[in-house]
């Protein structure tokens, strides 16, 4: 059995703190700096992991592979079963020629393609974020725009921007549900803090969106629509979180910012429009050069009614089906077949001395996100008249199309893992959690490194929320500030997880560039990760402490 230590390197949390730090250097160097592929980052980040945790921190190689091993299987199940069965139900609406009708709808909303990146990666990217989460929305969205005529690397960046504020509340609220189960606080208390922060962040996300298609020209020709946008989200996600539902959060902001919109454009329209390819067509990991002859016919006229509503079709099975999974009796028939195993042969006990929840791993078949979405999956392909040969296919040239990311995503959760077990999180949560008032400020920080490492801000809450209440309690804080903000500046890591990097790369057809589009997107995460930390340093003293329920 292994006891994990907080400080094993000359007994200095400072020093140990610099040592377990580096597998997380390592990996960004390699991505952000030496532009090596994410796959290939990931795993030489995972042994760096592993040697850390052997050589400073005494623990049993087997201790440390096996470790290692469940993170892996966990990064499989369940974070990129979601993925892969998002990404299924896409290919086949690529496949049929819905997914062509899909975009047409979204073109007759706008044409402009400043528009079109709030509309798909904000608004409708929430929608899928609240349903799923995970990597869904960056994955769905970025190709969605490459049919919009985007480049294949702004399209990466865009979804990846966008999928930021609707974070915390993502996957039906399970970020902000297991925060409450790791800090045993009301999840309905801790939805309402956060949701008097990340609505401010809503505000400013889809101007940020514009200037990235169009740079200062696209901000002064169409921030009315952005701002709008962002702030009719925000409001219905503050008004949701506070006096609604937290679980349903998103659902409500994304509908309702997608409705305010739309009726905006029927009113005003920007004085130039930004237009893209218009006859691109897309094939599962990019767009194609040429339209084929049936994308053409299709083109040429229009669509029915009754496609219109096939192509939305799969969405709305989405919805209907995680929609009636949180019913109660039907949500006690999914949880009947779930089982917690403790991961064999892992024994790892905390510095205190009591047994690490690390090594249970919860086995939950029906349940999960992405059984749902395969349920979701086998309904749609009914829907679009698939049939069996034809969906295996397309499932198939899902798992090929997310090969490399599979491995990296894998890999990251393996290195997450290692590092969760040896200590080395720890080390660098108690380290920073040593500033005293100065800790609400580095809140929001301690989150965005949980979800930097695991691609999920359900981890890094489930990882950092104890250990933030602590040093809320030994700074004289508010603890439900710090929980809050640990979720809330989370949701800022995600843009610049390798996992997402990968799932990013991998659905535009950039397999291999994820340092490029991690360039891109590192300055905004850590100006929004700025703002959120001044944010929360406001918020714990009197000028905005009346924020705090």
Known sequence: ???????????????????????????????????????????????????????????????????????????????????????????????????????????????????????????????????????????????????????????????????????????????????????????????????????????????????????????????????????????????????????????????????????????????????????????????????????????????????VVRAWAPYAIIIVVFVLAQINPIKGWLDEPTRTVNWPGLHITSASGTASALPQFKINWLNAAGSLLLISGVLSALALKVNVGRALRAYWATLVQLRWAIVTVMAVLGLAYVMNASGQTITLGTWMAGAGGFFAFLSPVLGWLGTAVTGSDTSSNSLFGALQVAAADKANLSPLLMAASNSSGGVLGKMVSPQNLAIAAAAVGMDGKEGDIFRRVILWSLVFLAGICVLALLQSVAVLSWMVP
């Open 1 to 307: 059995m292994y006891r994990q230590v907080l400080d094993p390197v000359a007994h200095s949390l400072a020093w140990s703190s610099l040592i377990a730090a580096l597998p997380l250097i390592t990996l960004f160097v390699l991505l952000g700096i030496l532009r090596m592929r994410a796959w290939l980052a990931s795993i030489i980040a995972l042994a760096v992991s592993v040697v850390i945790a052997v050589w400073a921190y005494s623990m049993p190689v087997g201790q440390a592979l096996l470790a290692g091993s469940e993170g892996a299987v966990f990064g499989f199940f369940p974070i990129l079963w979601i993925v892969i069965n998002a990404i299924w139900i896409y290919t086949m609406t690529v496949e049929t020629g819905h997914f062509d009708v899909l975009r047409r709808t979204f073109a007759q909303v706008s044409d402009d393609q400043r528009i079109q990146a709030i509309i798909i990666a904000f608004s409708f990217g929430a929608l899928l974020e609240a349903l799923a989460g995970f990597g869904t929305p960056v994955a769905i969205t970025s190709v969605m725009l490459i049919a919009m005529g985007f480049k294949p690397i702004k399209a990466a960046v865009v979804a990846l921007v966008a999928n930021t504020a609707p974070v915390a509340f993502g996957a039906m609220a399970i970020p902000i549900i297991t925060l409450g189960g790791v800090t045993h606080m009301s999840s309905d208390t801790l939805g309402a803090m956060v949701g008097h922060q990340t609505p401010i962040l809503a505000v400013f996300v889809p101007l940020v969106l514009v200037f990235i298609v169009d740079g200062r020209r696209g901000l002064s020709q169409t921030w009315i629509a952005a701002l709008t946008a962002g702030a009719a989200f925000g409001l219905a996600q503050w008004i949701t979180s506070n006096h609604l539902s937290v679980p349903l959060t998103d659902i409500v902001a994304s509908l309702f910012s997608v409705v305010v919109l739309v009726a905006l454009l029927r009113v005003w329209q920007p004085g130039e429009t930004l237009g893209g390819a218009e006859a691109s067509t897309v094939i599962a990991g990019g767009a194609a050069d040429e339209p084929t002859p049936e994308f053409a016919g299709r083109v040429a006229r229009p669509d029915s009614w009754a496609e």
